[in-house]
């Protein structure tokens, strides 16, 4: 496989896209990279592309190297140039947000990202949004929009696992895929969706479960919402909890958000974390603790000294799956509970529950709730 370079911009060989497939003639493509348009009617929903980098974007010299490639290295033009066939599905324009692997996705690009969404849904010529994003992070993304986007209309997140230049990359269908289902009227109303690997996840329940494998994104308790197939989106399931217009939560006029950090529970454990934690002014700790949330002396120790200097402990288990109960130890200690949220997206709503309140009680409302 060989890439073409132009002053400086990646252009996707031929070779990249999937079998038969090439550069549509009516596309256009900008220096710039900010608005891309991809549509022969005017009768398609419109439907924004928001890119973040990650592997969806990534490039390496070598087409079966799947782990050592430079991430972020394509922008959204290449990304949309290399799936022609989307302009059969939506008019469909680009925008560069970020161009980054998901590990360095930080607060204030959450915030933009957001911000930007819900400035693009508040127009009436914008049926839907996409945003690629990698994968490492990807939930933790999906389930803040979840919480903060103030639209019905459809947002779905996406990535591949294996870069553009790879031999079989996901990137270009996964991609397509995104774009039907955002433009899909059953995709209204369900909260931020995930794709990839033909199925859709909803925002509050997906995660990632193994480091290299396409099928890697799964939701082993309460499963898919729907998968497409045979090149319809079909949907089987709806979050129940609450989400987008349904949610308290708004960023519109926040520049930062409260540090919260996550300490991970092990054997022989000890309470200087926490102690380091309370110092460098977190807010807020999530526990990713053993079985159903528990802790070890030492570290128990650790977590009730941050509640009394003020730090809201929630605790959450590394286990990976189920709900970590709340226990009459808990009120006793002020903790709260993250039901089935893992301590990734318990951290994301932690975050936003501070921007609301310190109270812990109020705050376990929130994760019965959301």
């Given at each position: 496989m060989k890439l073409k370079r132009n002053l400086g911009i990646t252009i996707l060989s031929a070779?990249?896209?999937?079998?038969?497939?090439?550069?549509?003639?009516?596309?256009?493509?900008?220096?710039?990279g900010t608005a891309?348009?991809?549509?022969?009617?005017?009768?398609?929903?419109?439907?924004?592309?928001?890119?973040?980098?990650?592997?969806?974007?990534?490039?390496?010299?070598?087409?079966?190297?799947?782990?050592?490639?430079?991430?972020?290295?394509?922008?959204?033009?290449?990304?949309?140039?290399?799936?022609?066939?989307?302009?059969?599905?939506?008019?469909?324009s680009g925008e560069q947000i970020a161009n980054v692997g998901s590990q360095n996705m930080d607060n204030s690009t959450l915030l933009k990202l957001a911000k930007r969404i819900n400035t693009l849904l508040a127009l009436k010529d914008v049926d839907g949004i996409v945003v690629t994003h990698g994968t490492d992070t990807l939930e933790e993304t999906a389930y803040f929009l979840n919480l903060v986007v103030k639209s019905q209309k459809p947002v779905v997140i996406?990535?591949?696992?294996?870069?553009?230049?790879?031999?079989?990359?996901?990137?270009?269908?996964?991609?397509?895929?995104?774009?039907?289902?955002?433009?899909?009227?059953?995709?209204?109303?369900?909260?931020?969706?995930?794709?990839?690997?033909?199925?859709?996840?909803?925002?509050r329940y997906i995660t990632k479960t193994n480091t290299t494998a396409t099928d890697t994104f799964k939701s082993t308790e309460q499963g898919y919402v729907g998968e497409i197939a045979g090149g319809k989106v079909v949907f089987y399931n709806e979050p129940t909890r609450k989400h987008t217009t349904k949610s308290i939560f708004n960023v519109s006029k926040l520049d930062k958000l409260p540090q919260v950090d996550i300490l991970y529970t092990y054997q022989n454990d000890n309470r200087y974390l926490y102690d380091a934690a309370v110092k460098a002014g977190a807010?807020?700790?999530?526990?990713?603790?053993?079985?159903?949330?528990?802790?070890?002396?030492?570290?128990?120790?650790?977590?009730?000294?941050?509640?009394?200097?003020?730090?809201?402990?929630?605790?959450?288990?590394?286990?990976?799956?189920?709900?970590?109960?709340?226990?009459?130890?808990?009120?006793?200690?002020?903790?709260?509970?993250?039901?089935?949220?893992?301590?990734?997206?318990?951290?994301?709503?932690?975050?936003?529950?501070?921007?609301?309140?310190?109270?812990?009680?109020?705050?376990q409302e929130y994760f019965n709730e959301y």
């Open positions: 070779t990249l896209l999937l079998s038969g497939i090439g550069i549509s003639a009516d596309a256009t493509t900008t220096k710039s891309v348009s991809h549509s022969e009617k005017t009768d398609l929903p419109n439907i924004k592309i928001l890119a973040t980098g990650g592997t969806i974007a990534g490039s390496s010299d070598s087409d079966t190297d799947t782990t050592g490639y430079k991430a972020g290295a394509l922008g959204v033009e290449t990304l949309i140039e290399a799936v022609p066939q989307m302009k059969k599905v939506a008019d469909v996406v990535g591949s696992m294996r870069p553009a230049t790879a031999i079989s990359a996901d990137g270009p269908l996964n991609l397509y895929n995104a774009v039907e289902i955002a433009s899909s009227k059953e995709a209204k109303n369900k909260g931020v969706l995930v794709t990839l690997n033909d199925r859709i996840g909803a925002a807010k807020g700790i999530v526990v990713a603790g053993s079985g159903n949330g528990s802790m070890s002396e030492t570290a128990l120790n650790g977590a009730k000294d941050a509640v009394k200097k003020g730090v809201v402990i929630t605790k959450s288990s590394r286990v990976g799956s189920g709900v970590v109960t709340h226990e009459a130890s808990d009120d006793k200690d002020k903790f709260v509970t993250s039901d089935s949220l893992n301590p990734q997206k318990a951290r994301i709503l932690l975050m936003l529950a501070l921007t609301k309140t310190k109270d812990p009680k109020k705050i």
